[in-house]
Nanobody, 125 residues
């Protein structure tokens, strides 16, 4: 198991930026893919971005592609989500997650075995 703690959420105006961080402890950080998901009130949790264990490949939801960037620093056991050009529809609780072993670039929640507690992102119009 790995423990994950998100930080960096907050309130921002539309068009602004935020950077989320996810600090990991426990299982070797560099051995699994890391992802970000989000859940808005009354909606299901949805995929946002994922990065492979090496950081060499990434994938994004269509709704955030070109605006969000996922990255990781294995030396610091931390994953980041840089969010630019934020829109009110980006408002949600954002969760980071660690994949189950052997999965390269997962995008479904069931492929992730460990989750953080979430951090609230609110974008005002």
């Amino acid at each position: 198991q790995v423990q994950l703690v998100e930080s960096g959420g907050g309130l921002v105006q539309a068009g602004g930026s935020l950077r989320l961080s996810c600090a990991a402890s426990g299982r070797t950080f560099s051995s699994y893919a890391m992802g970000w998901f989000r859940q808005a009130p009354g909606k299901e949790r949805e995929f946002v971005a994922v990065i492979t264990w090496s950081g060499g490949s990434t994938d994004y939801a269509r709704s955030v592609k070109g605006r969000f960037t996922i990255s990781r620093d294995n030396a610091k056991s931390t994953t980041y989500l840089q969010m630019n050009s934020l829109k009110p529809e980006d408002t949600a609780v954002y969760y980071c997650a660690a994949s189950t072993p052997g999965v390269a670039l997962p995008t479904t929640p069931t492929a992730f075995g460990s989750w953080g507690q979430g951090t609230q992102v609110t974008v005002s119009a």
